[in-house]
């Protein structure tokens, strides 16, 4: 089971700005790990969004902004176009599973 | 162009095995961190496992749900990396993804491919 905690889902009209919340624990975000954000458009593999926090790879729009603070992190998109349109997961590293985490996913429309 | 490539998914019954394949393009395998996730249809990612490059060990590290049934193991002259399933369970049923890791990022995935288990 997900140990990060998202909001199933999120809307807003095309423009608007919306954030997706990833809550964690001391066994992963609270402690210092990472957190990193995927878009999964439908019926294709995901794609990393941000990693390391805040930083956005290179061909992702700066719409997409991360941030982080004590046990949760959230991503941002502003400027909301029908083709953000998608699940978006968190995901971190878990020091009492000794593993990768990643959150429950949100989904996304656009209204 | 960097690429992954999975194959071997198949429909397998509850206590069989299978072996998935992942050809990595583009990039040479034998630096990288390779990871396998599995996403159940309708449901979220759930990481499979891990194994680091051979200079970092080779060491391997598997989520507790297939853990003892599941095998990674790499071929860094053919750049291609592998999932060993056995013992395999109809909760095993998923698209089985090939990802290079980025630190302790995901940042290529392949396209998947599904496996099914029924009988």
């Known amino acids: 089971q997900s140990v990060l905690t998202q909001p199933p889902s999120v809307s807003g009209a095309p423009g608007q700005r919306v954030t997706i919340s990833c809550t964690g624990s001391?066994?992963?975000?609270?402690?210092?790990?990472?957190v990193h954000w995927y878009q999964q458009l439908p019926g294709t593999a995901p794609k990393l969004l941000i990693y390391g926090n805040i930083n956005r790879p290179s061909g992702v729009p700066d719409r997409f902004s991360g941030s982080k603070s004590g046990t949760s992190a959230s991503l941002a998109i502003t400027g909301l176009q029908a083709e953000d349109e998608a699940d978006y997961y968190c995901?971190?590293?878990?020091?009492?599973?000794?593993?990768?985490?990643f959150g429950t996913g949100t989904k996304v429309t656009v209204l | 162009e960097v690429q992954l490539v999975e194959s071997g998914g198949g429909l397998v019954k509850p206590g069989g095995s299978l072996r998935l394949s992942c050809a990595a393009s583009g990039f040479t395998l034998t630096n990288a961190w390779m990871s396998w996730v599995r996403q159940a249809p309708g449901k979220g990612l759930e990481w499979v496992g891990r194994?680091?490059?051979?200079?970092?060990?080779?060491?391997?590290d598997y989520a507790a749900p297939v853990k003892g049934r599941f095998t990674i193991s790499r071929d860094d002259s053919k750049n291609t990396l592998s999932l060993q399933m056995n013992s395999l369970k109809t909760e095993d049923t998923a698209v089985y993804y090939c990802?290079?890791?980025?630190?302790?990022?995901?940042?290529?995935w392949g396209q998947g491919t599904m496996v099914t288990v029924s009988s």
């Open positions: 001391s066994s992963n975000i609270g402690v210092g790990y990472d």
């Open positions: 194994i680091k490059r051979k200079t970092d060990g080779g060491t391997t």
């Open positions: 995901q971190s590293y878990d020091s009492s599973l000794s593993g990768y985490v």
């Open positions: 990802i290079r890791n980025y630190g302790d990022a995901f940042d290529i």
